[in-house]
Nanobody, 126 residues
């Protein structure tokens, strides 16, 4: 079992930045692909970014490419999402997820993830 806890959300003005953290317990994250997803009110959950087990590969949704950066520190069992140039449409609950194994194929596929955090609210005001 892996427990994931997100933090770092909050209220920020458009153009601002936030850094989300996802801390894991229960097992080391070094054997997991990690992803960030978000869900806005009235919308389905969507993929944001993913990172391979060793940080060597990353993948982003087109909507956040160039603005968001995913990273990980396996020694701290933590994954991060640095969000810059935030827009009101980035407002959502952001959740991290863990997928067991080293294969990085289809990192945007939600059904492939085994563990999910509860999420942290990000609100961007215009």
């Amino acid at each position: 079992q892996v427990q994931l806890v997100e933090s770092g959300g909050g209220l920020v003005q458009a153009g601002g930045s936030l850094r989300l953290s996802c801390a894991a317990s229960g097992r080391t994250l070094s054997n997991y692909v990690m992803g960030w997803f978000r869900q806005a009110p009235g919308k389905e959950r969507e993929f944001v970014a993913a990172i391979s087990w060793n940080g060597g590969r990353t993948y982003y949704a087109d909507s956040v490419k160039g603005r968001f950066t995913i990273s990980r520190d396996n020694a701290k069992n933590t994954v991060y999402l640095q969000m810059n140039s935030l827009k009101p449409e980035d407002t959502a609950v952001y959740s991290c997820a863990a997928r067991s194994g080293l294969y990085f194929g289809a990192p945007q596929a939600q059904q492939r993830y085994d563990y999910w955090g509860q999420g942290t609210q990000v609100t961007v005001s215009s």
